[in-house]
């Protein structure tokens, strides 16, 4: 909110980066546990799981924030 008040872009273009980034992280590890059993799979399936939600969250941020008029200001 003190971004915002202060009128910092900085803060809000790199949202979506660290954002998209620790969403990714999160959710490929929840999925991977929940789907795969074994260990070694497990780690295989959330490592390829984490850069595909990562790419995901960040595409939504980015596809929100061009529809709410905020990219072009």
Same mark, same amino acid.
């Given at each position: ?8 872009? =900085?803060?809000?273009?790199? !949202? ?5 980034? $620790? =969403?990714? $992280?999160? !959710? ?10 074994? @260990?070694?799979?497990?780690?295989? &399936?959330? /490592?390829? @799981?984490?850069? /595909?939600?990562?790419?995901? =969250?960040?595409? /939504?941020? /980015?596809?929100? &924030?061009? @529809?709410?008029?905020? !990219?072009?200001?």
């Amino acid at each position: 909110m003190l971004a915002a008040q202060a009128n910092d872009r =900085s803060f809000a273009e790199g !949202c979506p980066f660290i954002g998209g980034a $620790i =969403s990714g $992280i999160v !959710c490929g590890i929840m999925l991977a546990r929940h789907m795969v059993r074994t @260990l070694v799979p497990r780690i295989l &399936c959330a /490592l390829f @799981l984490m850069p /595909l939600f990562a790419f995901f =969250s960040f595409a /939504l941020a /980015l596809f929100g &924030c061009t @529809l709410g008029g905020g !990219c072009g200001k």
